[in-house]
């Protein structure tokens, strides 16, 4: 199973309480999985909101289930941010 970095910015780091940390996981929906196990509350609610890098690139509307992580990759947590 891939070791991945989570990132988590802004809303999502606050609810995290950390800015990064590792899981292990095929796909972006095993990890957010894991994320969810661990934090339960509300970082499960700004997730909702959120829109996601992996490796630098937009998961757009693709489904989690069909995202796959690769050995050392990074999963970036974006919450909608405001301004401009």
Known sequence: MPAVTIRYWAAAK???GTAEEPYTAVTLA???DAVR???PGELTRVLQRCSFLIDGDPVGTRSHETVRLAEGGTVEVLPPFAGG
């Open 14 to 16: 606050a609810a995290a």
């Open 37 to 39: 196990e661990k934090h």
């Open 30 to 32: 095993e990890a957010l």
